[in-house]
């Protein structure tokens, strides 16, 4: 995508939708009381949601905790293939109302690594659906090209094994895609510290989504809160332009074409 | 009788459940447990034999505290042999540090989330012989059995607690119980919950995913002892008799298209500590070649019974027991673990801070429970050490900081 301009205006467009915030709150993981809490003060202005728990109409519901304002992102959590995921994102839409939906087929229960395959193929079904399709990855840049060319709104690789706090895992291949792809890089999995965050939004990652980082920290509404200023100053540093990392210290003191004339 | 009873047994043979008539019917002639009966599915014996060496090859007393040490420096990526480490003796002095290694996986994996489900029993009539079981053939307990309406009367009164999830269980009579029956609860089911598990005997792939379509989509089946020799002399008679198509029970289950297996050795039947690895290496094999397939654990102890209150879990006290969960959570990060009604209210809640994720209340182990009037009730299948409301649970969940979860699960 190259650098952007750095100015005030520092729009995240999404499916059209433009948003100030490049934050990305998961909910699955902490009860819904700090639901609010933890999206003040990450200044969030998406959170996730997914439709087997918001499904629940008998005693509390998730939809209930997320303030007014906040777009909701259901995601097709539970979905193994891409058939289950078209089914419960078009519940998710009766449900919430959102034509948002992070797509998440996985297949494999230990890892949790999604199926690329499976996901293009989602996102291709949705998007003729009018979805705004932001499908969760293994970040490889064909099955990327493939979702983008599918009608994806963005793609969201993962940095390393959900829940698995790990940072960015996957740094060399987010790059590929941050290079190479039109569309935002939303880095979503693994990332389990602030700086891991920032680091994400140096290279110039669009937005950062974490759950667990938040859910197992001790304060999470805090940690909410160290989040939001890592992401910003990322997302800074980008716009200003990062200054050249030098290998070994220093420039040659002899450069190799000082022979010529 | 008691010196009778004591020189039957062997290092790991559960005297309490003995009895003058379960010995003499022990010397009686009993069919093969290792061939299977007509109509019985034979699929690949590739996993139960690879259980079963691997049971057979586990020698506890072989590892040594460097082992376990080297087991929680593994956090996050377990091995096998780390696993069995973790269920060693030599793991007792660690059982504060795995505890703890314990609940940071579950943490990471499933949050704060406490998933909250019922059990209902439907029937608990059983052709089995199980020598440690209220409901087998020979004992005198009171027959029941609910017909449609009567389920459909009992899972009203159960949904109208709010919970979302339930787990139907029979006692194992093909006979009494058919799949049309068990199919028939599932669809009644289907009207008042998100989420239908099933505990019932064992069948074939076909039969499997017919109740699947009838919106079952998780099956339990307890293989109560891995070792073939010993469970020939828990279970005398009856289809359940035959080892090999109990243990592949869930495997055809998920070939049948059930989304996920649960899996439990009852503590105290025989050695814990191989029965417990036994376990975790079936679960770990099946998801190897089961990808997709979602992994559970229960971890019940023997308890006391109507007719016989002697019964207990012999060397499975409650530090045992949180060693076998927490082993099986670092083994199995991802993997949902039960905790029974078996046990009491302080062991369970502090099981779900640990490692446990999802807990059973207002639970009811007789027929009819609910609804029906006492004197048309069946017996329980045994006796239940935390009798809390679903309120009282949801609640507990609640003051530990906790999520209480009705509803993980879309069938789709």
Known sequence: MGNEKNNAADKFVLGGHEFTSRFILGSGKYSYDLIKAAVDNAGAQIVTMALRRANDDSKTNILDYIPKGVTILPNTSGSRNADEAVRIARLSREISGSDFVKIEVIPDTKYLLPDNYQTARAVEILAKEGFICMPYMYPDLNAARDMANAGAACIMPLAAPIGSNHGLATKDFIRIL???????????????RPSQACEAMEMGAAAIMANTALATAGDIPAMAGAFRKAIEAGRSAYLAGMGEERIKGASASSPLTGYLR | MKGNIDEMADQHTNTSILSEQILEDQKKNRIDHMTYLPDMEQIDPTIMNKVTAAMAAYDYDSYTGDDVRRALRHEGHISPDDFAALLSPAAKPFLEDIAQAAMRETRKHFGNAILMFTPIYIANYCENYCIYCNFNCHSKTKRAMLDASGIDREMAAI?????????????????????????????????????????????????????????????????????????????????????PYRINAQERALMGGMRGVGFAALLGLDDFRKDAFATGMHAWLLQRKYPAAEIAFSCPRLRPTINNERINPMDVHEAELLQIVAAYRLF??????????????????????????????????????????????????????????????????????LQPVLNDYIYV
């Open chain 1, 178 to 192: 941050i290079d190479e792809m039109d569309l935002p890089i939303i880095v979503d999995a693994g990332i389990g």
């Open chain 2, 159 to 243: 949904a109208a607690s709010g919970l979302k999830e339930i787990l139907i269980l029979t006692g194992e009579s093909r006979r009494k119980s058919s799949v049309e029956y068990i199919g028939e609860a599932c669809r009644i089911a289907r009207k008042y919950f998100k989420v239908i598990g099933i505990e019932v005997y064992p069948m074939n792939s076909d039969e499997y995913a017919y109740l699947h379509k009838c919106g079952a989509d998780y099956v339990t089946v307890f293989q109560e002892t891995y070792n073939s020799d010993k469970y020939e002399t828990l279970h005398l008679a009856g289809n359940k008799r035959i080892f």
């Open chain 2, 332 to 401: 199995m990060p991802f993997a949902s673990i039960t905790v029974s009604t078996r046990e009491n209210a302080r062991v369970r809640d502090n099981l779900i801070k640990i490692c446990a994720v999802k807990i059973s209340a207002d639970s009811k182990t007789g027929v009819g429970e609910h609804t029906q009037p006492a004197e048309e009730q069946g017996d329980g299948q045994f006796e239940i050490d935390d009798s809390r409301s679903v309120e009282q649970v949801y609640n507990a969940i609640l003051a530990q900081d």
